[in-house]
């Protein structure tokens, strides 16, 4: 078949290759406009654009995807059918309708389970132990066309978002090219999803990214590895916004209470809404990622200092919760 994909972050490359590779023809790309990024904020092309040019194929930006211009320009080309790996904008019903087989998405959940921007980060935050990727035939509705493939994957215990959406993304590939081989022989007809376990993934804001320390540590691990990369889990310290790379989970050691800084000579831990964590790196404000045990050292916690304490609390000198080393 002849195909244009849509696509734009490093996520999609993978699926973007498989395709170029296979027996059907990549005509065009659909992706977002360049970007600023960098220090000086200069205009970057998406991974997926990079990645077509490698290629020698034709890229198309359209500020959006309902343009006049965009929309003949895909009409002109043709297309049999358009896969889509995390495009970023919502497709009008006048460009659903050009590819005579329509657009077919590649979703990182178990559809319907987590329809939405940030399915990957959902599962980890939420504790799944299975997730996985559906192709499913787009229609207006938010993720709730016909299912054509899917596939799994466990989530593992120290799984962050990053590690388990580069798998995702991998495997999810080879289900795309299944995917369209079936779609074009005719082998595989999509299935309506069940009305029953519809969950939604909406995107996971800085705000939500905030460390609650009265909430059990295992909330508190899933919230930080879900957050990793993007947006990154943070709390404060002293007023100022410290990143936090994924905890260790410190079984029976539940004696601190929540925020709480203890500072051992070779590790730090916080209390929770039940057991302590272990802090493995930091990133304070403005500065790079360290060792947490190096940014104590630094900063030296006062005996009873939280995170997340107001900035004129009285630090509780009585305190025999540990203090600096």
């Not at 590819?99 to 559809?111: D, E, I, K, T």
């Not at 995917?179 to 996971?204: C, F, H, R, W």
């Not at 939500?208 to 930080?224: E, F, G, S, T």
């Not at 940014?295 to 005996?303: F, K, Q, T």
Request: glycine share 10%; with cysteine.
């Amino acid at each position: 078949m002849r195909l244009v994909f849509a696509g734009t972050p490093e996520v999609a490359v993978p699926s973007l290759e498989a395709l170029i590779a296979s027996r059907h023809e990549v005509v065009a790309v659909v992706t977002r406009p360049d970007a600023p990024s960098g220090r000086g904020r200069k205009l970057h092309a998406s991974p997926v654009a990079e990645c077509a040019l490698d290629h020698g194929i034709e890229v198309l930006r359209p500020a959006r995807p309902r343009e006049p211009e965009f929309l003949a320009r895909l009409a002109e080309i043709g297309p049999d059918c358009c896969p889509v790996v995390a495009y970023g904008a919502l497709l009008p019903k006048a460009a659903l309708d050009v590819p005579a087989r329509g657009w077919v998405n590649l979703h990182f959940s178990l559809l319907p389970a987590w329809r939405g921007a940030a399915p990957v980060q959902h599962a980890v935050i939420s504790g799944d132990d299975v997730t996985g990727a559906c192709t499913f035939l787009i229609e207006e509705g938010l993720d709730s066309g016909p299912v054509y493939g899917v596939m799994t994957d466990d989530v593992r215990p120290t799984d962050t978002s990053g590690d388990l959406l580069e798998r995702l993304a991998k495997s999810g590939a080879r289900l795309l090219v299944a995917t369209m081989d079936g779609v074009e022989d005719g082998s595989l007809v999509a299935v309506p999803q069940p009305a029953d376990g519809v969950s939604l993934a909406p995107k996971i804001t800085v705000a939500d990214a905030r460390v609650d320390w009265k909430a059990p540590a295992l909330r508190v691990d899933r919230l930080v590895r879900g957050c990793t990369p993007a947006p990154g889990a943070w709390t404060t310290f002293r007023g100022e916004r410290v990143k936090l790379a994924p905890v260790r989970l410190r079984a029976g050691d539940n004696e601190l209470t929540p925020g709480a800084i203890v500072v051992e000579k070779k590790a730090v831990r916080v209390g929770t809404g039940s057991h302590a964590v272990e802090l493995t790196e930091v990133q304070p404000q403005g500065k790079r990622m360290m060792a947490a045990v190096d940014w104590a050292r630094g900063v030296r916690p006062e005996a009873g200092e939280l995170f997340d304490a107001p900035v004129d609390a009285a630090v509780n000198e009585g305190s025999t919760e540990g203090a600096a080393q």
